[in-house]
């Protein structure tokens, strides 16, 4: 079974909105990371925050992990039409940390 | 840019056919992995590598197989394909187990 759930299965908002994106997952982890993808390319890495970390930023990205509840969200502030695309969020884990496990992902729709 | 490779992009074969889908990069990276993934669904792991000679299989049973002979090259067999082989195969690198991953482009594969 997979280890991440992403919660809203798609998401659609206008543009100069923020989009939130949610993960949850099932086992303990070394650290998390969120993927973007555009159109069934290839994968391309967003952000990484380790298991001792609260929160991160790189520009209009914003993560927070919450490990009592294995939960991470993924904030995109003043989203563009060039944001859309899908977005998973990727852990390794604990017992075998050479794994790289992903969720379901969200499918965000950015309208100009 | 990432430095990792896939080929080939599009591949439509019939049905009983062996095929083999190369990956490669040149980043020297020990860590290696395959997914599978569906159209706007989720990525499934089917294989991983920590390095030279070895492999392991993920979490999702695949009739592929795959082999790493050097560090710079993965590639994916399947001897005898089928239908429900249709799909795309994703490969990934990365240096370790607290670093990003980077993915080729995939391999898109149909079979009729």
């Known amino acids: 079974s997979q280890q991440g759930e992403e919660d809203p299965q798609a998401l659609s908002i206008q543009e100069g909105e923020n989009a939130t994106m949610n993960c949850s997952y099932k086992?303990?982890?070394?650290?998390l990371q969120w993927y973007r993808q555009n159109s069934g390319r290839g994968l391309v890495h967003l952000i990484l925050?380790?298991?001792?970390?609260r929160e991160k930023h790189s520009g209009r990205l914003r993560v927070t992990l919450d490990t009592s509840k294995k939960s991470s969200s993924l904030l995109i502030t003043a989203s563009r039409a060039a944001d859309t695309a899908s977005y998973f969020c990727?852990?390794?884990?604990?017992?075998?940390?050479?794994?790289?496990?992903f969720g379901s992902g969200t499918r965000l729709l950015v309208r100009p | 840019e990432a430095d990792i490779y896939q080929t080939p992009r599009y591949l439509v074969i019939g049905t009983g056919k062996k095929i083999t889908l190369e990956c490669s990069q040149t980043?020297?990276?020990?860590?290696m992995y395959w997914y599978q993934q569906d159209p706007g669904m989720e990525l499934h792991l089917i294989h991983y590598?920590?390095?030279?000679?070895?492999?392991e299989k993920g979490d999702l049973s695949s009739e592929s197989t795959v082999s790493r002979i050097r560090t710079e090259h993965f590639p994916l067999t399947l001897e005898s394909a089928r239908p429900s082989h249709t799909s795309q195969y994703l490969c990934?690198?990365?240096?370790?187990?607290?670093?990003?991953?980077?993915f080729g482009q995939g391999t898109r594969l149909t079979v009729v």
């Open positions: 990934a690198s990365r240096e370790d187990w607290d670093t990003e991953a980077f």
């Open positions: 086992t303990s982890i070394n650290n």
């Open positions: 925050i380790r298991s001792n970390e």
């Open positions: 990727a852990t390794a884990t604990m017992d075998s940390s050479y794994k790289l496990i």
């Open positions: 980043m020297g990276h020990d860590k």
């Open positions: 590598s920590y390095g030279v000679n070895s492999t």
